[in-house]
């Protein structure tokens, strides 16, 4: 048989970053700046407790969650992030991805357009284009700190088209931290133009010095419009349990958790079970990672600076998102090329979008020491490529 495949995968744009981990992951000399998951294990305490309940998970789970982990969520909710929520406003999903794409689903009919920022995370043009809906760029400049606009989106909105505006604080790839002048803007935006705001908080906890996470689901009037996505990935290293989950007003919420039926019925009960139990553990284990974080955050900013590759400081995350247009605009060309030449791998900006161009992502969820080997081979890089420009 011809392998026939959709339009709609056939569109799907290709990047890069799965290639060069493969080859990052096949050749133990190279160093891999590339992940965008914590190279920590999960808290202790989850390790003993997932050995616990291992023989008590092999049925089900309701589909919008268990009762007693949306207990624990709605107390989170209400704790960290200052949003009021019910049972019935809360979907548990397989990681917060999935609930990206559902709610997309239930909220994007063919030709409608959502608002996102360009550079954004690499897979929400796709959560987007697979439901025939168009994605419409938002640039965020680097002269801005790489901060929403709310002019720019005002710019862009097509009344009756647009629906949805996709925010993502703190930011993957650049480590922004959009602050609460410019969330009340783009709510006010949000409920003039009768849009929804999908406010994806995978990285909610990871943040620095002064900076704050403010979740734009808890300023007056958002009851209805915000769409807000958490994780288990990033804050409790549980990227491999793949737990989610989202908030938002009740009939969508029920729409959500209808069509979670029909893609996955519920996220693993294990997962669940084990996320009430992160959920109930001090900030000790969260606030450790981030000290980490924060650390080789800071040194690599300081090691790319001081070679010339400037970067806007990222407040949040664990990514640098360096300028490479001293040497070259062209950032897949510039990432072949360091991987091949100095044995270090980061994924190109272009990944993230054509406002990405001409910066490279570089991922701090790596021992410091690697990291430090790492920015040592990238100088020597630079150096030699200053060279052979002179020559
Ligand atoms: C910005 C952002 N949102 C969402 C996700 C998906 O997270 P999850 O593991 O919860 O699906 C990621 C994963 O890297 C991410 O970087």
Not at 18 to 26: F, H, N, P, T
Not at 133 to 145: H, L, N, Q, S, Y
Not at 330 to 352: E, I, N, R, T
């Amino acid at each position: 048989m011809a392998v026939r495949l959709s339009h709609r995968e056939l569109d799907l744009p290709k990047i890069e970053i799965g290639r060069l981990l493969e080859i990052a992951a096949e050749h133990k000399e190279i160093i891999s700046l590339g992940p965008g998951e914590p190279d920590f294990n999960m808290p202790d305490p989850l390790i003993e407790h997932v050995k616990k309940i291992a023989n008590k998970c092999n049925h089900y789970s309701p589909p919008g969650g268990r009762h007693e982990f949306k207990e624990a969520i709605i107390k989170k909710l209400k704790k960290d992030n200052r949003i009021k929520a019910k049972p019935e406003n809360i979907v548990v999903t397989c990681g917060s991805q999935e609930a990206l794409l559902i709610a997309s689903a239930c909220t994007m009919d063919a030709g409608d357009e959502m608002l996102i920022p360009d550079p954004s995370f690499f897979a929400y043009l796709p959560t987007i284009e697979l439901f025939n809906a168009a994605p419409i760029f938002v640039p965020v400049k680097e002269e801005e700190g790489f901060a929403l606009n709310p002019d720019e989106v005002e710019k862009r909105i097509v009344p009756g088209k647009t629906k949805v505006l996709l925010i993502n604080s703190p930011c993957n790839p650049t480590g922004t931290v959009l602050k609460k002048d410019i969330l009340e803007e783009l709510a006010d935006i949000a409920v003039e133009h009768d849009l929804y705001i999908f406010s994806d908080e995978a990285y909610e906890k990871i943040i620095f010095d002064d900076a704050k996470h403010v979740s734009i689901g808890s300023l007056n009037g958002m009851e209805n419009n915000a769409v807000s996505f958490f994780s288990f990935s990033k804050t409790h290293a549980m990227c491999g349990f793949r737990l989610g989950f989202c908030v938002c007003n009740q009939k969508l919420a029920d729409a959500i958790t209808k069509s979670h039926i029909y893609t996955t019925i519920c996220a693993p009960t294990i997962s669940q079970k084990l996320g009430t139990k992160a959920l109930s553990l001090p900030s000790i284990h969260t606030n450790k990672m981030v000290s980490q974080y924060q650390r080789r955050v800071r040194f690599m900013l300081t090691r790319l600076n001081e070679m010339g590759l400037y970067c806007v400081e990222p407040k949040g995350a664990f990514y640098c998102f360096p300028n490479i247009q001293s040497v070259t605009k062209d950032s897949k060309k510039f990432a072949y090329d360091l991987l091949k030449k100095a044995k270090v791998a980061v994924v190109p900006g272009v990944d993230f979008g054509t406002n990405g161009e001409g910066h490279i992502r570089c991922s701090c969820a790596t021992d410091i020491k690697l990291i430090e080997k790492a920015m040592d081979k990238l100088e020597l890089y630079l150096k030699k490529v200053k060279k052979r420009r002179l020559r």
